[in-house]
């Protein structure tokens, strides 16, 4: 049986996160206890939402997906619901991949850091998904170089991407810059939590950004 910490873990724990380090050290304390004092308690959407946009968009259900920043399983959970039948999940922390593996919806499970050269072929995956990674103090535009590099011509992508730092974190200059990697660029303001999220929350929204490879 796991011991769940009694360390309690805030948004604002995850949004004071400057480091790798801090990340891995962060997730850790809150894997076991992710889905019911995050998700639940604050009426998280994302997943939810990137899940149904590339489940509407893809055209192949059983093309291998890769969804990078899975944590405990909330995307590849609406992605199954949605018919999707092949995932691998990637992530920095092993404790949020044990919790994820217990659900057991990933046909592989992959640890590494984003910021760095993934141990991963060109041309891996036909879809890529992302919910909860781009945001403050995690993950930035300077990853996309990677992801683009293990899609396949043609891969899907669906990646949530924190409205506030869209701009201020380089990542539309960065795609700017990618503009001949990629097509059928489009950005979808949504908002991150539902109604029964605090009322700071409401109003935070994610620039769900939708891609191909080209």
Request: hydrophobic share 35%; with cysteine; glycine share 8%.
């Amino acid at each position: 049986m796991t011991n769940k910490t009694s360390t309690k873990v805030t948004l604002e724990d995850a949004y004071a996160i400057e480091t790798t380090q801090d990340c891995v050290d962060l997730y850790a304390k809150w894997a076991d206890t992710y889905d019911e004092s995050f998700a639940r308690e604050y009426d998280y959407h994302a997943p939810d939402i990137i899940a149904d946009t590339y489940a509407d968009r893809c055209s192949d259900k059983t093309a291998p997906v890769l969804d990078i920043g899975a944590g405990t399983g909330l995307v590849s959970e609406g992605l199954v619901t949605r018919g999707i039948t092949t995932v691998d999940a990637f992530d920095i922390s092993t404790e949020m991949l044990r919790v994820a593996n217990q659900k057991g919806l990933y046909r592989r499970l992959i640890q590494g850091d984003l910021t760095k050269t993934l141990d991963i072929p060109d041309a891996s995956y036909d879809g890529i998904t992302s919910a909860g990674t781009f945001t403050h103090g995690h993950v930035g535009p300077e990853a996309l170089d990677e992801l683009i590099r293990i899609g396949r011509p043609g891969a899907l992508y669906v990646l949530s991407i924190r409205s506030t730092i869209f701009e201020s974190a380089g990542f539309r200059d960065k795609f700017a810059q990618l503009a001949a990697q990629i097509r059928e660029f489009e950005i979808i303001e949504k908002s991150l939590y539902g109604k029964s999220a605090r009322p700071d929350l409401r109003s935070s929204t994610s620039s769900v950004t939708i891609f191909r490879k080209s």
